[in-house]
C-alpha cells in the first residue's frame, strides 16, 4: 500500500505528491498578465468615449492572450471580459434595430447600464485579486 521505502516515495510518511505544473507563470508573468487585465477593464471603460473602438482592441488583445491566462485568475476575468463584449454587441443590434419602435431605446439604456455593472464589478474583483467565478470544490 503507502510503503515509505517503496519506489517513488520520498520515506516521509506525511509526504503529499503533487502535480509538477509544467506552465505555471512566474511572479513577473502574473504581475504583467495582472497589468494587463487592468489595461483592458480601462479600454473597456472607454468604449463610450471612442465610439466603441477601444472595445474592439480589448476583445482582441482578450483573444491574443487569452492562453497566457490558462491556470490563473486571469482566465476568469478574460472570460468575463469577452462575454461581456459579445451579449453587448448582441443586445446593441437588437436594441438598435427596435429603436424604430422605440423599445430600442430602453434596450440600449439598460445595456448601458449592464456593461457599466459588468466592468466595475470585474475591475473590483480584479483589484481585490479574485477570481470572477467561484471555483468548484
Known sequence: ???????????????????NIVNA???EQERALRKLTHVLYALYALF????????????IINYVKRDD??????ASHFTWQIR???????WAVLGV???????????LW???IWTLYRIVKGWLYLN???????TRA
Not at 1 to 19: K, R
Not at 84 to 90: A, G, K, L, R
Open 110 to 112: 439598460v445595456l448601458g
Open 84 to 90: 461581456t463584449f459579445w451579449w453587448s454587441v448582441v
Open 97 to 107: 434595430a427596435l429603436a424604430v419602435v422605440f423599445i430600442g431605446f430602453a434596450i
Open 48 to 59: 463610450w468615449l471612442t465610439g466603441g473602438v477601444t472595445a474592439i482592441v480589448a476583445i
Open 128 to 134: 481585490d485579486s479574485k477570481p470572477m467565478y467561484a
Open 1 to 19: 500500500m503507502n510503503d515509505p521505502h517503496s519506489a517513488g516515495s520520498t520515506g516521509h510518511p506525511y509526504t503529499v505528491n503533487t502535480p
Open 69 to 74: 491566462t490558462t491556470g490563473t485568475l486571469y
Open 25 to 27: 507563470p512566474t511572479e
